[in-house]
């Protein structure tokens, strides 16, 4: 059986202090051996720039780098450029997204669905990148019924992806359902779930809102009932989130990637717990 992989998310800083932060970030993570970790990309280029000065800041700390790639309001030309320049800088892992559609663009652009874009970096760059894409194991917030989410999943797959990532979740039975749902499509690839530390109550709703990840109820209650106790919303958050991974390793998960959020030690303290 192989052994399990497992790789961190970061998101471009923004401002000289936020680089900063993430470097000291880095320098705790680092240290406990992830397989890659991964950058995420704005929609529309907005974060373009920053996610390419990033990736190449940490492969230059020997640690391998994928960028997000996201597709939606992008031409081809535009996606071809950017596939060329994460060529030249040495980049062999990306991570293919369709993305969101900012908020004032009009446009779709090109791509429809991440299908295509996968199928795109396939066309004009063969094996070069290994492909990572997304997954919804409480299916994807857009999508029109739960059979139609797993044959697009499906899809990125047959396209030429070679490995996924889940969305976050807090329900283990959601992701063992997702993976016995695709496997029965004939799909075959590593997917590996997506963690979510959770440190602070209401960034953890907005973001649940905003990606339809589901908080269970008994979660919720007990995290509102914490109040302004950031101490003791962690304890709790350190112990539901490290239950979670233990049951999802035990169950046969390929690893594990955490949304760090660009901090270290919520990560950290389930990695030291999880004995990785």
């Known amino acids: 059986m ?35 970790v991964s950058v995420t990309f704005g929609a529309g280029g907005s974060t373009q720039q ?18 997000h790639l996201s597709c939606v309001g992008s ?23 369709r993305g969101d ?33 997304a997954a919804y194991p409480e299916y994807h917030p857009q999508a029109r019924s739960p059979r139609l989410d797993l ?3 499906a899809n990125k797959v047959k396209a030429g992806a070679n490995a996924a990532i889940t969305q976050y979740f807090f329900n283990a039975d959601a992701y063992f359902r997702f993976v016995d749902d695709v496997a029965r499509l004939g799909v075959q690839v590593p997917i590996v779930p997506g963690i979510m530390p959770i440190t602070n109550y209401s960034q953890m709703m907005r973001f649940s809102e905003m990606c339809g990840a589901e908080v269970p109820r008994w979660i919720a209650k007990r995290l509102e009932g914490f109040g302004d106790d950031r101490e003791a919303i962690r304890a ?21 990637h955490f949304y760090t959020l660009n901090a270290a030690s919520a990560t950290k303290a389930m990695w030291q717990r999880l004995g990785l």
């Open 75 to 97: 031409t081809r030309e535009n996606i071809r450029e950017i596939l060329q320049t994460y060529r030249q800088h040495g980049i062999r892992h990306i991570v293919a997204l």
């Open 2 to 36: 192989t052994q399990p992989s497992f790789s961190f998310e970061f998101f471009p800083p923004k401002t000289a202090d936020g680089a900063e932060k993430l470097r000291a970030t880095r320098q705790q993570l680092f240290p406990l051996g992830p397989k890659f």
């Open 151 to 153: 044959e697009h999943f």
């Open 50 to 67: 920053g996610t390419l000065d990033t990736v190449v800041e940490i492969q230059r700390e020997g640690v391998e780098a994928a960028p």
């Open 101 to 133: 559609l900012p908020s004032g663009m009009g446009e779709i652009g090109e791509f429809r669905y991440a299908s295509e874009l996968v199928e795109f970096i396939r066309a004009e760059t063969g094996d070069w990148f290994h492909v990572e894409v």
């Open 236 to 256: 709790f958050g350190l112990d539901v989130v490290t239950g979670l991974c233990e049951r999802l390793l035990a169950g046969g998960a390929p690893g594990l």
